[in-house]
């Protein structure tokens, strides 16, 4: 079914199983490299809303001991005020934290399809034969996670695919 009569059965299943391989690989990295994006806005949105808070909030408070400051010292602590609000805001609606959750997750299955196909190209390189059921698996697998996979960038998809083909080469070759 998945070999070729040229190369013989079961090098079209390694090529086979080095597409799921490279697939699964390139979309755990994709969706670990996007969730470590995420969380790093989340923190550092979150880092500044403390600090910028807490200038406001020191400087409402020594507000309190001069009679009338002045316009200026007025309109800073507006405006600090003013970012705290629109970053928050900002950080409720891009929900990064929901967001990355959702691509570890997501990642974790993708590593599991990885090992599965990592497992079966070990398994013909040391001679055996992988069954068209294992086969069938893994397609219906890479299948499932195809059709439930959230959106990443098409640069990170292709730079996390050249890296992870060129793995692959580099650990299983067949000779001819």
């Known amino acids: 079914m998945l070999g070729t009569a040229q190369l013989g059965p ?20 994709a969706y670990a490299r996007t969730a470590d994006d995420l969380d790093r806005k989340e923190r550092h949105v979150r880092r500044s809303v403390t600090a910028i808070t807490a200038v406001t909030s020191l400087s409402l408070f020594g507000s309190f ?14 405006a600090l005020a003013a970012t705290t609000s629109i970053l928050t805001a900002w950080r409720n609606d891009a929900r990064w934290l929901h967001r990355s959750h959702q691509m ?4 974790v299955q993708w590593a599991r399809q990885w090992c599965d196909a990592e497992k079966l190209a070990a398994k013909i390189m040391n001679g055996e034969h992988v069954t068209d059921e294992e086969q069938r698996t893994m397609e219906e697998t890479d299948q499932r996670l195809l059709l439930s996979n959230p959106a990443l960038t098409h ?5 996390c695919k050249d890296e992870e083909t060129a793995e692959f080469d580099a650990v299983f ?4």
């Open 10 to 29: 079961e090098r079209g299943t390694f090529a086979h199983i080095r597409h799921f391989y490279c697939r699964a690989a390139m979309y755990d990295m």
């Open 155 to 159: 640069e990170l998809v292709d730079e």
């Open 104 to 107: 570890r997750l997501q990642g």
């Open 65 to 78: 001991f001069v009679d009338n400051p002045a316009t200026w010292a007025k309109a800073v602590v507006f």
């Open 173 to 176: 070759t067949l000779e001819a």
